[in-house]
């Protein structure tokens, strides 16, 4: 499943683009996604929900080798007991006896001096109580406890239990394969996260909501259908019984089918709300393939009908070289009367989609375009102002914000760091330039870790800490994974309370450049 990626510091999602340095190309994949979001991602109103009739998900049939049966752990052999202060202590030894000495003849006895008074004897010491030992915590028997106990007991594990689940699926449901992307390897890894989700928040059911939602959402461009989650629940339970079987158990397996069937509720009836109002993709042309440096290219496309979204999003793209592969890049710029939209990727090793669009893709060429995501975008109703920091192609959703401020024609002071390796790296510092001599209130300031006189050096959170001050701006951060972390670090230092500061997700990012 896929989810959106953006999030702020202290855990609230917010949205940019997952891409960053790493060229944008934040791994998406089917049926399974990443951590809850907590915001809703933009990319509608709710008032068709009214009309939307509910699609029951039909009953899950357990299937496995210890679906049908209880098993439990081996029994331990009691600890032998110790010793305790209520048991009587081992007797000490005997003094050894001896024979009195016959008393040797004296003469007259003289006058004997006064004998001494002998020592009161000192008393033993009391025995030291044992220590007090804590009574054990009382163990979680309810649904959520028992499927985080399952996630527990599997995550050693993971890996071949998500092989042995999918191994299981296209083996019972061949026709399922199809949806699938050829390479499987992040997908097993995808399954995992998203079943440690629901296990995590299972009792939070406003966090689960509003996660499942969006993925029920973002599965309806693989072509996934109510009647496929049955199949795919059958086969999760195996797998959870085949390597599961410390906690599994009759209570166990019933957890999990119940929890699953909520799921796939919340999903498909999401999905169905969606389809009355967007279509599951977009086609787009390619009309533009602009080479900024030898792997950093800036693609611009036009869909095919109207594409609604917001500065600060990102869509999921699918090249036709890689069908059912899709990757994340964020909007590089605010929405055009043109209704063209463009995106800034780089091509990283490894990166399917990546390389095909900077390498392969040329005018012409048609993709697929997801519906918009995320929620970094900019609070019109207030004044503040913007702190950006863009690193690499992360400088991408943010220059769709500062248009976006320029559209509104609100005076709001925004000041951007933008960074990157070297001088040369900073590939779209002539269009920030530009921006800034056209808006006063715009302060654009280069940033490069090792850069010629009369450039900022040293990394943007250095950068940030030489000017300010930033408290009371709202911050907005995409880049590289480390950029990420050590300006937040930064911000919080400097007295941005975290809710004001928003950015790409780092698990995402880091997900992407491997």
Known sequence: MDAPTPTSADGDRSGVSPGADSGGSSRDAGWFGRSPQH??????????????????????RPVGNGADRSRTAPQRPAPAASPTSAQAPAPAPAQESRPAAAPAPSPAPAAAPAPSPAPAPRPAPEPEPPAAVPAPAPEDTSDAGLLRRTMAEIEPIADKVTSYFYALLFLRHPDLRSLFPAAMDTQRDRLFKALLTAATHADDTATLTTYLSHLGRGHRKYGTLPEHYPAVGECLIGALSRYAPESWGPRTQAAWVGAYTAISQIMIDAAAEDELRAPAWWQAEVVAHDMRTPDIAVVTVRPDQPYPFLAGQYASLETPWWPRVWRHYSFASAPRSDGLLSFHV???????????????????????????????????????????????????????????????????????FYGARSNHDLYDIDTMLRLQQSHPWLSVRPVVDDGPVGLLSGGIPEAVREFGPWHTYDAYLSGPPGMI??????????????????????????????
């Open 485 to 514: 972390r050590r300006s937040v670090d930064t911000l919080v230092g400097i007295g941005i309370p975290t809710h004001r500061i928003r950015h790409d997700s780092i698990e995402e990012l880091v997900g992407a450049t491997t």
């Open 39 to 60: 915001q809703q991602d933009g990319s509608g109103s709710r008032d068709a929900k009214e009309r939307i009739p509910s699609r029951p998900v039909t009953p899950i």
């Open 346 to 416: 780089k091509a990283v090793p490894a990166g399917w989609v990546s390389n095909a669009l900077v390498h392969r893709a040329r005018p012409g060429h048609v993709i697929r375009l997801g519906a918009p995501s995320g929620s970094m975008t900019v609070n019109h109703s207030t004044d503040n102002g913007l702190l950006c920091l863009g690193g690499g192609t992360g400088i991408a959703p943010i220059k769709a914000l500062v248009e976006d401020v320029a559209q509104h024609g609100r005076r709001r002071t925004v000041d951007v």
